[in-house]
């Protein structure tokens, strides 16, 4: 188990720029399976989840080639179908959640997907159903054995078909358009997940042969077609990273200029951050958060206590929620956050109980923060990283609080944050990998 020993209470400075988007790069890396042809892909964050999905590939066969940093080429155009049923893959494939979208792609050109029960952040239940409904819907079998938590589906040809999604899945939603690229006739998808990394994964699509209209709304329709090509793509930032680095420049009274963000994909996120009092200012495709002893929480036009909660795009990304939590603590005024799509991802907040916070659990789902205002600073302690964007927020709360803290299982940071202490340590962080 990884450590991370941070000694905060110090201002940090200077220029940040984000990695490509974990959520994007798994989608994107999945769709190379669906053609022949060499697709050549930029700005993959060098993460762990990331690199065990390019693993699979390579496992399968694809022709994987690492051009430059975050540079990778892949063909796949001889696959070993033979390694979807062998124990390797079921531990592999069981690791992280993206593997998931190889399904799709692997049933729409061979006419069968198996997945084990994919892994992930244990934030709640965390269901399949979109995806496999999705695939019935195009006439594939479903095959599930309970005790065994493999998945599988298997249709000799897919055909296109009118589908009203249980719930805006995002990960569905990329497995059901890839599948669809391929089927015969035209799939239309309501209730469609819309993020920029679907938007992007459409896009692409459209490049490699498809035909998708209706990107960014909850409505695509998609015209199959008998075969994609090779085609290049570069990643977006990723949105997540510049929402922490946003809340961790706000808990340590920093100014920090955020590069290259791709300010017109970051929806709601930046006035979400304004909410709660944090300056952030546009200059040409950077985002800088002025340096600000205090911010000060909105309240609504009645003068209710705001809430900020999640919800599919263009709502605000639930992956934030953790973040903005933390940054509450130290604002002026009070909030009531609002994890409406997860049910185990608001805990961590007993750890932030612990360094002094205040903190009200309503229940798993909803947590009113009182924020002191940084009239009394979070006290440093010893914490264990229960999820990816739980371990950041601490990792923020760390920094902020007066004295050295522990924070002991950061293989859930390193799964999502590309060399995070060396870039924090870049800004002035006092951050040391233990082990
Ligand atoms: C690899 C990847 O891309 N992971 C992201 C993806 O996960 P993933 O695609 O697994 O998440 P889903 O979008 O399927 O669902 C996430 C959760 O939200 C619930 N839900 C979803 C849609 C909806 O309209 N109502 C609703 O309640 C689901 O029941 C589930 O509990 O999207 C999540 C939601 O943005 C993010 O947290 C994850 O970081
Ligand atoms: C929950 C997340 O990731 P995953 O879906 O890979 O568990 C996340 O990125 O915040």
Same mark, same amino acid.
């Given at each position: 188990m990884g450590t991370f020993q941070i000694t905060g209470g110090q201002r940090l400075s200077g220029s940040i720029t984000p990695q490509g988007a974990k959520n994007e790069a798994l989608q994107i890396i999945c769709a190379t399976l669906l053609t022949a042809e060499r697709v050549t892909i930029s700005n993959i964050p060098d993460i762990v989840d990331v690199n065990k999905l390019i693993d699979i590939l390579a496992d399968l066969g694809v022709k994987v080639q690492r051009k430059g940093h975050g540079i990778y080429s892949f063909k796949a155009d001889d696959l070993n179908l033979d390694y979807l049923e062998s124990d390797e893959f079921k531990v592999k494939g069981a690791s992280l959640r993206g593997s998931i979208m190889i399904v799709g792609p692997l049933l729409a050109r061979f006419g069968k997907g198996y997945i084990p029960k994919p892994g992930g952040d244990k934030i709640g239940r965390r269901r399949l159903d979109t995806h496999f409904e999705g695939f019935q819907k195009l006439g594939a079998k479903f095959r599930y054995k309970p005790g065994e938590s493999f998945y599988g589906v298997e249709a000799k040809k897919l055909k296109g078909a009118y589908m009203l999604l249980d719930e805006a899945s995002v990960t569905g939603t990329a497995n059901i358009v890839m599948a669809a690229a391929l089927a015969e006739g035209t799939t239309t998808i309501y209730n469609a997940?819309?993020?920029?990394?679907?938007?992007?994964?459409?896009?692409?699509?459209?490049?490699?042969?498809?035909?998708? %209209?209706?990107? *960014?709304?909850?409505? #695509? %329709?998609?015209? *199959?077609?008998?075969? #994609?090509?090779?085609?290049?793509?570069?990643? #977006?930032?990723d949105m997540i990273e510049i929402g922490s680095w946003i809340g961790m420049a706000a808990m340590t009274s920093s100014e920090l200029r955020i590069k290259d963000v791709s300010f017109d994909d970051l929806g709601v996120i930046p006035t979400v951050f304004s909410k709660m009092g944090i300056k952030v200012q546009r200059e040409n495709d950077d985002l800088i958060v002025p340096q600000q002893d205090h911010y000060e929480i909105e309240t609504f036009i009645d003068g209710s206590i705001l809430t900020i909660a999640d919800a599919p795009w263009p709502g605000f990304t639930p992956d934030l929620l953790s973040i903005a939590l933390v940054v509450a603590t130290q604002a002026r005024g009070s909030v009531l956050i609002h994890q409406k799509m997860f049910e185990s991802r608001l805990f961590f907040v007993d750890k932030l109980i612990d360094m002094g916070a205040q903190i009200i659990l309503c229940d798993p789902h909803r947590a009113t923060v009182i924020g002191m205002d940084k009239a009394t600073p979070l006290k440093a302690t010893t914490m264990t990283s229960p999820d990816i964007r739980a371990g950041i927020s601490l990792l923020i709360a760390a920094l902020s609080a007066e004295g050295t803290s522990t924070i002991h299982n950061i293989e859930q940071i390193d799964r999502g944050y590309e060399n995070i202490d060396e870039r924090l340590r870049a800004i002035g962080a006092q951050i040391v990998r233990v082990n």
């Open positions: 997940a819309c993020e920029p990394y679907l938007q992007q994964l459409c896009k692409m699509l459209n490049r490699m042969g498809a035909k998708i %209209s209706g990107i *960014g709304s909850n409505l #695509l %329709s998609i015209e *199959g077609v008998s075969e #994609l090509g090779g085609c290049d793509h570069r990643v #977006l930032p």
